[in-house]
């Protein structure tokens, strides 16, 4: 069978990429308030965010469960990655701050986009960022912090797209995954 370019056209208003499958699939990125999804779904979504490898477990359902949205994305039928607008606690939000050395005050961050992940055989096709931009739908212009891996080259790209900007010093995981690096989008953008 021959590979053919082809232009897939995502839920989301005008955006488009550029993929090469064997054959099109829909590409469908949906996304809520975290109660307006089922116990199964919140359960989903909890596994692809402990597959990714990059957060603590205990307590994790509570803080998907506390976020002001979530994103799912589906590659035809397939459940192939997430991401969240959370509403971070005060503890992690001050640690966050302290170790890259940027303040942080909730008054003018008060979410953090986190918990992106795409599953591997679905990477390369831009689908984090429109993960991102879905879940940043509920920050009407509010400032958002995110951290990702020093060596996470993809993801940095994906928050530079949406109008982040790395800040402060890169610290160490606290999960032993090398080194994070904040990045912050200010309001109003």
């Known amino acids: 069978m021959e590979n053919k370019r082809v232009i897939v056209v995502g839920v989301l208003p005008l955006l488009h990429r550029e993929v090469t ?14 109660a307006e999804f089922s116990d199964l779904e919140i359960h989903d979504f909890m596994a692809f965010v ?3 490898g990059e957060v603590a477990v205990a307590g994790l359902e509570k803080r998907i469960r506390s976020a002001a949205r979530l994103a799912f ?3 035809g039928s397939t459940f192939s990655g997430v991401a969240a607008l959370k509403r971070p606690e005060a503890v992690y939000r001050d640690s966050v701050a302290s170790k890259a050395k940027v303040p942080l005050p909730k008054k003018d961050f008060p979410y953090e986009l986190g918990y992106v992940f795409v599953m591997p055989s679905t990477r390369r096709r831009g689908f984090s960022f429109d993960l991102a931009q879905e879940a940043l739908v ?3 212009g509010k400032g958002v912090f995110a951290t990702t891996r020093t060596n996470n080259g993809a993801m940095q790209a994906t928050l530079e797209k949406c109008k982040f900007k790395a800040q402060g010093r890169p610290y160490p995981s606290t999960l032993g995954t090398g080194k994070l690096q904040l990045f912050v989008r200010p309001s109003d953008q």
Do not use: K, N, W
């Open 21 to 34: 499958p064997m054959v099109a699939s829909p590409i469908e990125v949906m996304s809520r308030e975290p």
């Open 50 to 52: 402990v597959a990714g």
């Open 73 to 75: 994305l589906f590659v």
């Open 138 to 140: 509920s920050a009407r």
